[in-house]
Structures are given as C-alpha cells and as structure tokens.
C-alpha cells in the first residue's frame, strides 16, 4: 500500500520561510511526477510547482522566484522550499506523486499540511 505523508506546515510571518516534506512509501518501482498543490478556503485545489524523475521543474506564476522544489529519488522524497511568504500564499498544501507500485501508474495524495502566513 503507498502513502505520501507530508510535514514542515506551520505558522510563519509574511517574508518568513518554511519548508515542506513528503515522504512516499510502500511497494514502490518507480515515481515520475511529484508536485505540490495548494487550496485556500473557497477556492479550487491548484498546482504549485511539480518536478518530473529527471528533474525538470515548472512552478505557477505567483510562485516563481520564491518557491523552489527538488526531489530525492533515493528516498522517494519531495520537498518545496517557500522563501519570501505571502498572506496569499496561506493555504493547505498537498503532495502529489504518480506512482508505479503493485498496480499501474497511479496518481496519489497526501493528506495535506496547513501553511498560515499571517502577522
């Protein structure tokens, strides 16, 4: 059974940092993507930045130049680096990782991680 569990949410004042974890495991052949969205109350779940195996990234555009993701494929591991936070940026944060295991590709959730930005 695969799970993604996500840590490193929290508090932070505008312009802090945080950084988030998410750990897959499991029966686990292969994981292409890994990516972390986001979603503020009242609002649709968003992509924030995703990482391919070979380590392509792309970010969205209110993300650029603040965020930064990597990955650690020998530890299954996603990470998201969040520098000069933003009220805007508040938000539960989710990992998301296509992953091959005991059945064909399949993409899996975490369970989320609240990042508050706030004074």
């Known amino acids: 059974q695969v799970q993604l569990v996500e840590s490193g949410g929290g508090l932070v004042q505008p312009g802090g940092s945080l950084r988030l974890s998410c750990a897959a495991s499991?029966?686990?052949?292969?994981?292409?993507?890994m990516g972390w969205y986001r979603q503020a109350p009242g609002k649709q779940r968003e992509l924030v930045a995703g990482?391919?195996?070979?380590?392509?990234?792309n970010y969205a555009d209110p993300v650029k130049g603040r965020f930064t993701i990597s990955r650690d494929n020998a530890k299954n591991t996603v990470y998201l680096q969040m520098n000069s936070l933003k009220p805007e940026d508040t938000a539960v944060y989710y990992c998301n990782a296509e992953i091959t295991a005991m059945t064909p590709a399949y993409y899996y959730w975490g369970q989320g991680t609240q990042v508050t930005v706030s004074s």
């Open positions: 990482i391919t195996s070979a380590g392509s990234t």
């Open positions: 499991g029966s686990i052949f292969s994981i292409s993507f």
